[in-house]
């Protein structure tokens, strides 16, 4: 996949992919903030809303967060590996 850095649309590659995920398993951005807060990681509704819009980037410490939160890989979570295909 050719990444084009001069453009400004797609300023996350997980986002669309938070989205899904979260969507697959029912749950709301309250409840995934809510179940990641009982975890001790700090995501709020509006957190969570931001980087599925791509306002937001994801620090490496918050990918393996999340990569743990979904059970998957980074590279699932960035489209790239096999599991991405599924969600």
């Known amino acids: 996949m050719k990444i084009s850095y001069n453009s400004q649309p797609q300023r996350n590659l997980i986002g669309n992919q938070i989205f899904k995920l979260r969507k697959s398993r029912k749950l709301s951005q309250k409840e995934m903030a809510a ?16 980087i599925e819009k791509g306002k937001r980037l994801v620090t490496d410490i918050e990918l393996k967060i999340l990569c743990d939160y979904f059970h998957i890989t980074p590279n699932d979570l960035m489209g790239y590996g096999d599991n991405s295909r599924m969600v």
């Not at 179940?35 to 931001?50: D, M, N």
């Open 35 to 50: 179940q990641l807060q009982v975890q001790g990681y700090y995501f709020s509704e509006l957190t969570i809303l931001r």
